[in-house]
């Protein structure tokens, strides 16, 4: 059981907007702490997608977007394409956890 | 470039004690100050779970799940972070990421390729 949650798909045609929720505590998001995004293509090592709630790393297309909100966070995926389908995880930091990075489940991203 | 490498896949028996070294380069705890270098594993087909991470000036964090199996060491002189994770079991199966971090900030930004380790008998 992952200490954020995450559907644990979603889907949407290309061209769509597709959002992936992500839902803490108030020792996690809700404390404040920054939700980052991570990116996992089939058979890779995930990539930063998004950190600090909103910012995206260079090289990162601005299609991807981040908002944080109370106890939860979520990612935007606009003019959805093809290349996007992976899975998706959100990450913070959680302060009953010893200063533990913690998770959410994953949300498998697949492109009709 | 900042860049992060396991090695290669491990097969342990149940109760041994697992060893992973991460050879990074690009940066160094020693002119780098604030870098940390964490460890990541993911089971097969399940989601990713943090498990530790070391700070330039040595400081160190552990998952508090699995706290007493671990060690995570640095050695500055060969770019080197070295995870042990004791009494290695089935469920222990997974990849392992080791990924670079900053101080003050709680995300891996840079990410090795991952090491398949199996656990079986």
């Known amino acids: 059981q992952s200490v954020l949650t995450q559907p644990p798909s979603v889907s949407g045609a290309p061209g769509q907007r597709v959002t992936i929720s992500c839902t803490g505590s108030?020792?996690?998001?809700?404390?404040?702490?920054?939700v980052h995004w991570y990116q996992q293509l089939p058979g890779t090592a995930p990539k930063l997608l998004i950190y600090?709630?909103?910012n995206r790393p260079s090289g990162v297309p601005d299609r991807f977007s981040g908002s944080k909100s109370d106890t939860s966070a979520s990612l935007a995926i606009t003019g959805l394409q093809a290349e996007d389908e992976a899975d998706y995880y959100c990450?913070?930091?959680?302060?009953?956890?010893?200063?533990?990075?913690?998770f959410g489940g994953g949300t498998k991203l697949t492109v009709l | 470039q900042i860049t992060l490498k396991e090695p290669g896949p491990t097969l342990v028996k149940p109760t041994q004690t697992l060893t992973l070294t991460c050879t990074f380069s690009?940066?160094?705890?020693?002119?780098?100050?604030?870098?940390?270098v964490g460890w990541i594993r993911q089971p097969p087909g399940k989601a990713l779970e943090w498990l530790a991470l070391?700070?330039?000036?040595?400081?160190?964090r552990y998952s508090p799940s699995l706290k007493s199996r671990l060690t995570i060491t640095k050695d500055t002189s060969k770019d080197q972070v070295v995870l042990t994770m004791t009494n290695m079991d089935p469920v222990d199966t997974a990849t392992y990421y080791c990924?670079?971090?900053?101080?003050?900030?709680?995300?891996?930004?840079?990410w090795g390729k991952g090491t398949m380790v199996t656990v079986s008998s």
């Open positions: 990924a670079h971090g900053t101080e003050g900030y709680s995300y891996m930004d840079v």
């Open positions: 690009g940066f160094s705890f020693s002119s780098s100050s604030g870098v940390g």
């Open positions: 108030s020792s996690n998001i809700g404390a404040g702490y920054d």
């Open positions: 600090n709630n909103n």
């Open positions: 070391i700070y330039w000036d040595g400081d160190k």
């Open positions: 990450q913070s930091y959680d302060n009953s956890l010893s200063g533990s990075r913690v």
